[in-house]
Nanobody, 114 residues
Framework: VQLQASGGGLVQAGGSLRLSCAAS????????MQWYRQAPGKQRELVAT???????NYADSVKGGFTISRDNAKNTVYLQMSSLKPEDTAVYYC?????????WGQGTQVTVSS
């Protein structure tokens, strides 16, 4: 199974970005897909989760600004990020949890300038 993340970049504070993560390979029974982020010098933190039933959950720091969604037919998860702040600067990673195993994407850099 491979996860290909894309959509990162440089944006000014208050701007928006949409991250995508496409899963390919022998995927069996996805339980949840998630986005994590890791800022320089900090631990990786969970940003958002979407389950196989479509339930979503967010870190307090991104509630109201970020939206996670998925296209089951494409095995793709998205993270719409709005009202971005400099403290949102990090490498963003997607994560897939399934009955067959758990997998990480390669990460995509998001930089928010003030």
């Amino acid at each position: 199974v491979q996860l290909q993340a894309s959509g990162g970049g440089l944006v000014q504070a208050g701007g928006s970005l949409r991250l995508s993560c496409a899963a390919s390979g022998n995927i069996f029974s996805i339980n949840a897909m998630q986005w994590y982020r890791q800022a320089p010098g900090k631990q990786r933190e969970l940003v958002a989760t979407i389950t196989n039933r479509g339930s979503t959950n967010y870190a307090d720091s991104v509630k109201g600004g970020f939206t996670i969604s998925r296209d089951n037919a494409k095995n793709t998860v998205y993270l719409q990020m709005s009202s971005l702040k400099p403290e949102d600067t990090a490498v963003y990673y997607c994560y897939l949890a399934s009955i067959g195993g758990s997998y990480w994407g390669q990460g995509t850099q998001v930089t928010v300038s003030s």
